[in-house]
């Protein structure tokens, strides 16, 4: 078992000089390197203010041994590492598309490109219909949406829709959708009546056949491992699905992400920014990405748009806007 305090030193140096970390920092250490989450830090005893706790290198831990922290992934490791990933996504996306997959849980940080890839794959397959929803949903409103994309090759996707992890009722009816058959039925026992889209009357049973996509920023595993609330119901989905954690979590991980995206697509292009001009953003972001209060690709669109504002002086109005203040 790897020792959390030594992988955590060698992730975040500075701990050892402040003496003290940050539930984020302990977060990012447990993903990256395999170490055991610390509850023997992260606790109310332990906390010195809002998500910060002591921090000993030397802390006792009872029954874990000492192991050298994880070597870290080189340039080159990490870069095919996320590529691979990527088209995994797009190979099991379009899977879910043709029908082959009754439904897959992609999990990974915000603005790394999960929903634009999913939407691209699945927009140039022509043997399936697509529906994205966003923000919050119902277990009223769920069993709407199951009804009016009950065939098969209708795929919905839920994207950053946690709240339907969190709706007992909700989880009912997508554990049946997802159960691994081709058709699976979808029951509303109650005096309640449903009325689709077209105002026809929805009945309270029917078969689904469709497909769906869960897009989030929730690691399943990590709070499966702390027993968290959810676990049960995130373990049920988990089961039904195909379950890919992007495993782009740390700053680095996103900027190597972030690069590949800027390297291969026209997003700064499309906005009159080219060759010179781009170097000098991307330069900008690898030299500042610790200090980036979010690193996403919407951080890049950020900076495109304060460089159009002023090509002069985009660095100074960056660093007002992107980066952290340190007090």
């Not at 994207?159 to 009816?173: I, K, P, R, T, Y």
């Not at 049946?176 to 029951?187: G, H, N, T, Y």
């Not at 049960?232 to 979590?249: C, K, M, N, T």
């Amino acid at each position: 078992m790897l020792n959390f305090e030594t992988a955590a030193v060698t992730a975040f140096p500075s701990i050892a000089e402040t003496g003290t970390i940050t539930r984020k920092q302990a977060q990012e250490v447990c993903q990256t390197t395999g170490a055991k989450w610390p509850n023997h830090i992260i606790n109310m005893s332990n906390s010195v203010g809002r998500g910060v706790f002591k921090f000993s290198a030397d802390l006792e831990i009872t029954g874990v041994a000492t192991a050298p922290a994880a070597p870290v992934e080189s340039d080159s490791e990490l870069d095919k590492r996320i590529r691979t990933t990527y088209s995994n996504m797009e190979l099991l996306t379009k899977s879910v598309g043709d029908g082959i997959t009754t439904s897959m849980i992609i999990s990974g940080a915000a603005g790394v490109g999960k929903s634009y890839t999913v939407k691209k794959v699945l927009e140039a397959n022509d043997q399936t219909t697509v529906h994205f929803i966003r923000g919050y949903v119902k277990a009223t409103g769920i069993y709407k949406l199951l009804w009016e994309n009950r065939q098969s090759h209708q795929t919905l996707v839920f994207d950053d829709c946690d709240s339907v992890f969190e709706d007992a009722v909700g989880l009912n009816l997508l554990k049946a959708a997802l159960e691994l058959s081709k058709s699976r039925r979808i029951c509303w026992m109650s005096e309640k009546e449903f009325v689709d889209e077209d105002g026809g009357q929805i009945p309270n049973y029917f078969d689904y056949e469709g497909q769906i996509i869960f897009l989030t920023n929730i690691d399943f595993h990590e709070l499966i491992a702390k027993g968290s609330k959810m676990a049960p119901h995130l373990s049920a989905l988990e089961s039904r699905s195909i379950y890919l954690d992007l495993q782009v979590r740390s700053n680095r991980e996103k900027m190597m992400r972030i690069t590949q995206v800027v390297g291969e697509s026209s997003i700064l292009e499309d906005r009159g920014i080219y060759d010179d001009e781009e170097k000098e953003l991307m330069a900008y972001l690898n030299k500042n990405v610790s200090n980036l209060r979010e690193c996403s690709l919407r951080t890049v669109e950020k900076l495109a748009a304060l460089y159009l504002a002023s090509p002069t002086k985009w660095a100074s109005l960056a660093d007002s806007v992107l980066l952290r203040v340190n007090r």
